[in-house]
């Protein structure tokens, strides 16, 4: 018999106002209003209000303090949470996963449980599943501030920026000193273009935690796309500097400008090829990868390998580029002439790969990937785009085995739930392929091949 505990568990935080201060929105404007300490009150016991438990909301002249009382918790729940927390601390989410829910059946009512569940999948990159057990912790106790931050991240894991600008921004009243949520802001801010904004939030992410080099790299992207190249430039010499990331120091150490340049319009007939302008031309083609002009890019890239034609990276960075414009040929050309100067490179292997599975060169994309994998690479992609040539040649079980590889290696991609659902209805496992098909139609994730599987789950109904 599960035993019944009634002494309250809380979860308490204490919040400075003039932390607060300088944020912007509803509180910003509260802590500036008369009566202040009686609008903060009415508006954290609004906002905050508990499903389950209770919550007392204390404001003083200089503090706001939130205590959550747990309305329950159970003995035997307990002991199985511990259990699963065991499990996750050496990694092993499968087992820690099953715990937590079998904790949750005893004791539906405790957001730890959601939470660290919700951890669990965001682990194993099963965004949607993280958000639902992440979101279940906030409306049972909504001051959980370690969901808000995190379900702030996993939004935008998955590209859902206003979500996860949302879920940021709040995290601030809770973390107002919190480097990860500056430094995540500036991500969705850059991707949105808001690049001043973006800017803002790198340099307070630096400002809390001088070491983060993301927050660097962040910036120096963001002043190579508005053509501040001199800030960009000390931006990746930071980086370099902190080499706490090899392969963000090895993107700083070609990004670097070694001259500054006054305007990003080049042209071939500006350069007096120098080895200073040839860094110049690199670093234009890098800012017009990032500014998604990728026939410029590729250009700029074309113009520098003229003068420095056995620079590896380089021809890989013009295969992308290529491989992004739409110029197949061309990206095959470059990735191959990046594995003739350095052929021990996965990546290499791997992106060739996919120009040649795009121009249906099946037997070229299986060997590219073989030694991509030989070399120690092997990933979602490479086992998807096997397992999907594996697919056109009607070799379904080992289609199957690949596309399993796949999904194991990330739940949240779908083209390989897609193919792996037509492999399972090839070899007469029609019932899986639903239940993968749903899992695709019900993701927070963005992509045509949700209509697809909508339309392939109508055809076997």
């Not at 639902?132 to 106790?141: G, M, R, V």
Request: hydrophobic share 40%; charged share 20%; aromatic share 10%.
């Amino acid at each position: 018999m599960s035993t019944t505990v009634d002494e309250p568990r809380t979860l308490s935080l204490s919040l400075k106002l003039s932390d607060l201060s300088g944020l912007n929105g509803e509180i910003g404007n509260l802590l500036n209003s008369d009566s202040r300490e009686s609008n903060i009150h009415a508006y954290f016991c609004a906002k905050y209000a508990a499903v389950k438990g209770k919550l007392n909301v204390d404001v003083t002249s200089s503090h706001v303090r939130l205590t959550w009382f747990h309305p329950r918790h159970i003995e035997e729940a307990d002991a199985i949470h511990k259990q699963a927390l065991s499990y996750a601390r050496i990694k092993n989410y499968k087992d820690a996963i099953s715990s937590w829910v079998r904790a949750i059946s005893i004791n539906p009512d405790s957001p730890d449980y959601y939470f660290n569940l919700g951890i669990a999948f965001f682990e194993g990159k099963n965004y949607k599943e993280a958000i639902e057990n992440l979101t279940i912790a906030l409306k049972l106790c909504p001051i959980y501030y370690k969901a808000v931050l995190i379900l702030g991240t996993v939004y935008l894991k998955i590209r859902k920026f206003d979500q996860a600008e949302g879920y940021l921004t709040e995290s601030l009243i809770f973390y107002p000193k919190h480097p990860l949520a500056y430094l995540n802001l500036g991500a969705v801010y850059s991707i949105q273009k808001a690049y001043a904004l973006g800017a803002q939030m790198f340099e307070r992410a630096i400002q809390l935690s001088p070491g983060e080099v993301r927050a660097f790299f962040g910036l120096a992207k963001i002043y190579s796309l508005t053509g501040d190249y001199s800030k960009a430039s000390d931006c990746y010499k930071q980086v370099i500097k902190l080499n706490a990331s090899e392969q963000l120091t090895n993107l700083a150490q070609r990004a670097l400008l070694n001259v500054s340049v006054s305007s990003p319009e080049t042209s071939e007939g500006s350069f007096n090829f120098d080895n200073g302008n040839m860094d110049q031309c690199y670093q234009q083609g890098y800012a017009a990868f990032l500014a998604c002009d990728y026939t410029k890019a590729a250009k700029l890239y074309q113009l520098y390998l003229k003068q420095k034609q056995d620079d590896d990276f380089v021809l890989y960075s013009l295969g992308e580029a290529c491989l992004r414009a739409g110029n197949l040929a061309g990206a095959v050309d470059a990735f191959t002439k990046a594995i003739s100067v350095n052929s021990g490179k996965a990546l290499y292997y791997k992106e060739l790969a996919i120009a040649n599975n795009y121009l249906g060169n099946k037997e070229q994309t299986v060997k590219n990937i073989e030694k991509a994998e030989e070399l120690g690479h092997e990933d979602s992609i490479s086992n998807t785009i096997w397992g999907k040539v594996l697919l056109e040649e009607k070799n379904f079980v080992a289609a199957l085995q690949k596309l399993e590889k796949a999904v194991s290696l990330n739940s949240n991609n779908l083209l390989a739930k897609y193919n792996l659902s037509i492999a399972l209805i090839k070899t007469d496992r029609r019932s899986e392929a639903i239940g993968i098909l749903s899992e695709i139609t019900n993701s927070p994730i963005r992509s045509p091949i949700k209509a697809e599987a909508e339309r392939l789950i109508e055809n076997l109904s």
